[in-house]
């Protein structure tokens, strides 16, 4: 079974600090993906990656950048935390054909 | 993008079937039904993908009929393991997931 691993489970940060939040795959998948998730707003998507050194913005860039330096390894970077970015960050890959995508656990994060 | 519309919430007791139907009326010639069902604090996971017709795996059954502007989820026999929420997508190859508010199931004993 492919394996998508997020570093943190749980993560309290400071206001203006800046923010990595570490994804990891172990099936050689091409294609990454960062939501994040909200009560009442659902699943929404921040980046997403084709390929390594590829991003693409998704629906909710703003205050977010990626970086994908390695196929197996994608990050979401907030650059300045705020607390409106306090929420439940979830990392997911899967093959070139789009189908039967694999979610890691998550990270809550709490921005203070 | 075809945007899906489902239930907000469902409510269901232990060894009963469940179906949730969700409605996808723009749905692309080359989109995919793909349900995702997601426990609290976990991230989704993949149960089940069909393009028409009947597809049946050892966890659910989806049904698309000709049209395929709707599509049936049938979980049979749910037990209380089963409460989540459960997503339907409509999924072109090499798509983005775009996820919908999803139907919040409620198993009860």
């Known amino acids: 079974d492919v394996k998508v691993t997020q570093s943190s489970r749980y993560l309290v940060k400071r206001t203006g600090e800046k923010v990595f939040l570490e994804c990891v795959q172990d099936?050689?998948?091409?294609?990454m993906f960062w939501y994040r998730q909200d009560p009442g707003l659902g699943l929404r998507l921040i980046y997403f990656?084709?390929?390594?050194?590829?991003?693409e913005k998704g629906d909710i860039p703003e205050g977010y950048s990626v970086s994908r330096e390695k196929k197996e390894r994608f990050s979401l970077i907030l650059e300045s935390a705020s607390t409106n970015q306090t929420s439940m960050y979830l990392c997911?890959?899967?093959?070139?054909?789009?189908?039967?995508?694999?979610f890691g656990s998550g990270t809550r994060l709490t921005v203070v | 993008l075809a945007k899906t519309t489902q239930p907000i919430s469902m409510d269901s007791y232990e060894g009963q079937e469940v179906n949730i139907t969700c409605s996808h009326n723009?749905?692309?010639?080359?989109?995919?039904i793909t349900w995702y069902q997601q426990f609290p604090s976990q991230g989704p996971r993949f149960i089940i993908q069909?393009?028409?017709t009947k597809v049946t795996n050892e966890v659910a059954s989806l049904f698309i009929p000709a049209d395929r502007k709707s599509s049936t989820l049938s979980l049979p026999r749910v037990s209380l393991s089963d409460t989540a929420v459960y997503y339907c997508l409509a999924l072109s190859q090499g798509g983005k997931l775009i996820f919908g508010q999803g139907t919040e199931l409620s198993v009860k004993p």
């Open positions: 069909g393009y028409k």
């Open positions: 997911a890959s899967s093959t070139g054909q789009g189908y039967g995508y694999t």
């Open positions: 099936m050689d998948h091409e294609n």
């Open positions: 723009n749905i692309a010639t080359n989109d995919y």
């Open positions: 990656s084709y390929d390594v050194k590829m991003k």
